[in-house]
């Protein structure tokens, strides 16, 4: 019933912005709900690594974490774990910071482009002090990205998990942004940050002696064009990566991987296709020889957070209580923190090349990912396309 409430609604409205229909129709290429039943595992295998340099506002730099001697009978303690976590100024990676933070058992790195707002950020959820360390991170500048993973190295912290959690999303942009690389803004940021981000900390994750590492990068119902909200107009697809092949520059070629002409909704949705291709790349290469664990997930529809900044004032109004009474498919920031939480952290989701969602009763379950999304020969592609656009191939 909700999802036919769901398939209904979107084409009932038509939003326009300066005499243009906003082509993100949707309520948007924006999760519907999450009650779409699934059930699936990844295929698993094996693989190879790498890493490296500018500016930042880093801050603190505690003791290396430790196994301490515990009890009577030698058992350990678990030490603090440490988590960094990208975009935790807001929305889903603040909520996973303050969840993580207030349980005691982790420091989290917020890697965030805005120091003064994460500080604060931070604050107004009450984390404490020695919980947290805010260390800037701009994932629209590869440079940036170097110099964040060079910031983290030098406060000898071990890294027991990295949350590849920001975004940015623009539905109603009519033309491309671009990255300090030129690269269209949501794909460079979205994908090609995290994917230089993720390997060049990979070796620090390797090094940890936490019993459960992780890579964990957050995906997106809207990605998955086998669910109803990915059936949404402009849906996602990534083609023969031709556009990406071109550098996505928008000047001699496209600036969308595909090689279509520009639209910000779907920008987004492929870079989340990006995001999962990649999570099972990783876990295809690496897994078996490291034993991290390497997962992505959809968090519900959050449709407070700011990721919907961009939208039109009307949409904003209306998204949340289309979420919460038509599809029903709304969880609130609190709620998909936790649930990101306990992918970082929970005993019972160390699985690794899984996609996790969440049912009616918040249960994770594993869903199954899109034949684009989980399509493998696409994943090395993508793979070895983004290893050269960031500069870790010729
Ligand atoms: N909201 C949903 O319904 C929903 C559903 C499925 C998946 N997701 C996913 O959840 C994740 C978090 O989204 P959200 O809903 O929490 O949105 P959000 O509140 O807008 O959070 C996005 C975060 O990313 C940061 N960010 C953006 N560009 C950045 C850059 N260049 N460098 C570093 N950080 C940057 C933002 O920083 P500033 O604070 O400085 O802007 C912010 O902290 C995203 O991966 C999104 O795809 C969200």
Redesign the pocket.
């Known amino acids: 019933m909700a999802l036919q409430s769901a398939a209904l609604l979107p084409c009932a409205f038509s939003i326009h912005k300066e005499g243009k229909s906003s082509k993100d129709s949707c309520f948007f290429g924006?999760?519907f709900c999450d009650h779409i039943k699934a059930d699936s595992s990844l295929k698993i295998k094996h693989g190879s690594r790498k890493q490296s340099v500018i500016r930042a506002e880093a801050v603190a730099a505690t003791a290396a974490p430790t196994f301490a001697p515990a009890t009577a009978q030698g058992k350990k303690t678990l030490r603090k774990g440490t988590v960094v976590v990208?975009?935790?100024?807001?929305?889903?990676?603040?909520?996973t910071a303050k969840a993580l933070a207030e349980g005691g058992k982790w420091h989290v790195i917020m890697?965030?482009?805005?120091f003064l707002?994460?500080e604060k950020?931070a604050k107004s959820v009450g984390m404490a002090k020695e919980n947290y360390t805010i260390m800037h991170?701009?994932?629209?500048?590869l440079d940036?990205v170097r110099q964040f993973v060079k910031n983290f190295k030098q406060t000898g912290r071990h890294l027991d998990v990295l949350v590849?959690?920001?975004?940015?999303?623009q539905p109603t942009a009519r033309e491309p942004s671009f990255?300090a690389e030129g690269f269209e803004?949501s794909v460079g940021?979205?994908h090609l940050?995290h994917f230089l981000l993720s390997r060049l900390l990979l070796d620090d994750l390797v090094k940890s002696d936490y019993p459960s590492r992780r890579l964990i990068i957050?995906?997106?119902?809207?990605g998955n064009t086998n669910t109803l909200a990915g059936n949404v107009p402009p849906k996602a697809n990534l083609g023969d990566l031709r556009g990406l092949q071109g550098g996505l520059t928008g000047l001699n070629t496209s600036s969308m991987i595909d090689g279509g002409g520009f639209d910000g909704a779907k920008a987004?949705k492929d870079?989340?296709v990006c995001?999962m291709l990649i999570m099972q790349e990783f876990h295809r290469r690496f897994h078996e020889e490291t034993g991290i664990t390497f997962a992505s997930l959809?968090?519900?529809?959050?449709?407070?957070?700011?990721?919907?900044?961009e939208h039109i004032p009307l949409f904003r109004l209306l998204f949340p209580p289309f979420?919460k009474f038509i599809t029903k498919g709304f969880?609130s920031?609190e709620e998909?923190g936790k649930r990101l939480a306990q992918v970082v952290s929970d005993p019972s989701l160390t699985k690794s090349g899984v996609y996790w969602s969440w049912n009616k009763d918040s249960a994770s379950f594993e869903n199954q990912l899109s034949q684009e999304a989980s399509d493998i020969e696409k994943a090395r592609k993508l793979w070895e396309v983004s290893e050269k656009l960031v500069g870790l191939t010729d």
């Not at 890697?111 to 805005?114: G, I, S």
């Not at 991170?137 to 500048?141: H, I, P």
């Not at 590849?164 to 999303?169: E, F, G, H, K």
């Open positions: 924006v999760p990208t975009g935790a100024s807001s929305g889903l990676g603040l909520a890697a965030c482009r805005d707002k994460a950020a991170l701009d994932l629209a500048s940036s590849c959690n920001a975004a940015v999303y990255t803004l940021t979205n940050g957050v995906g997106s119902i809207t987004y870079s989340k995001n959809y968090p519900g529809c959050i449709a407070t957070t700011g990721l919907f900044r979420q969880v920031e998909s």
